[in-house]
T-cell receptor, first 113, second 109 residues
Framework: NAGVTQTPKFRVLKTGQSMTLLCAQDMNHEYMYWYRQDPGMGLRLIHYSVGEGTTAKGEVPDGYNVSRLKKQNFLLGLESAAPSQTSVYFC????????????FGQGTRLTVV | GQQVMQIPQYQHVQEGEDFTTYCNSSTTLSNIQWYKQRPGGHPVFLIQLVKSGEVKKQKRLTFQFGEAKKNSSLHITATQTTDVGTYFCASERGNKLVFGAGTILRVKS
């Protein structure tokens, strides 16, 4: 039981490049989230999903896209990376959104130069 | 931006001193969760409070939910170096799980 796994763990991109961050969970969770963490800003919600085939915007969705084709996977895409997207990205999942804890992946440290 | 305000942003204490972080909302919360993130790590769930006025304890940690369910606090008694990290509160807003900005705790031994 691996929990929530994020790949890659580190990445350096040039401005304008694209990439996809993968989040996989093996706990059969319905809800999945993508957050970014920046100093002094805490965890800000980018996009989330309440089930397979569904996605919704969070607090800071601009510049990102997501897909949830399979229940266990939640992909975060950057079509044209910008230096402002330099951050640590965390994926999380939970059984049902209410009254249950969220389990986090180890994070992806992304630098855009 | 954050819909739950967390204070202070940063606190540096001497080992053995107490520490408290506060989470405040302008609207009533259905529940409040607390997480701890060690330096270089990921957030880990500590506890959830649901009832008005609820108080829960985990060893040296005491969690409270306000009577009006608009604020919450986490108090650590006699801090240790192992308490170092960032403490977040989080609340549910519809289908979203929204976090406060966190309080960074540093402990000087």
């Amino acid at each position: 039981n691996a929990g929530v796994t994020q790949t890659p763990k580190f990445r350096v991109l040039k401005t304008g490049q694209s990439m996809t961050l993968l989040c996989a969970q093996d706990m059969n969770h319905e809800y999945m989230y993508w957050y970014r963490q920046d100093p002094g800003m805490g965890l800000r919600l980018i996009h989330y999903s309440v089930g397979e085939g569904t996605t919704a915007k969070g607090e800071v969705p601009d510049g990102y896209n997501v897909s949830r084709l399979k229940k266990q996977n939640f992909l975060l895409g950057l079509e044209s990376a910008a230096p402002s997207q330099t951050s640590v990205y965390f994926c999380a999942s939970s059984y049902l959104q209410r009254s249950t804890e969220a389990f986090f992946g180890q994070g992806t440290r992304l630098t855009v130069v | 931006g954050q819909q739950v305000m967390q204070i202070p942003q940063y606190q540096h204490v001497q080992e053995g001193e107490d520490f408290t972080t506060y989470c405040n909302s302008s609207t009533t919360l259905s529940n409040i969760q607390w997480y701890k993130q060690r330096p270089g790590g990921h957030p880990v769930f500590l506890i959830q409070l649901v009832k008005s006025g609820e108080v829960k304890k985990q060893k040296r940690l005491t969690f409270q939910f306000g009577e009006a369910k608009k604020n919450s606090s986490l108090h650590i008694t006699a801090t240790q170096t192992t308490d170092v990290g960032t403490y977040f509160c989080a609340s549910e807003r519809g289908n979203k799980l929204v976090f406060g900005a966190g309080t960074i705790l540093r402990v000087k031994s």
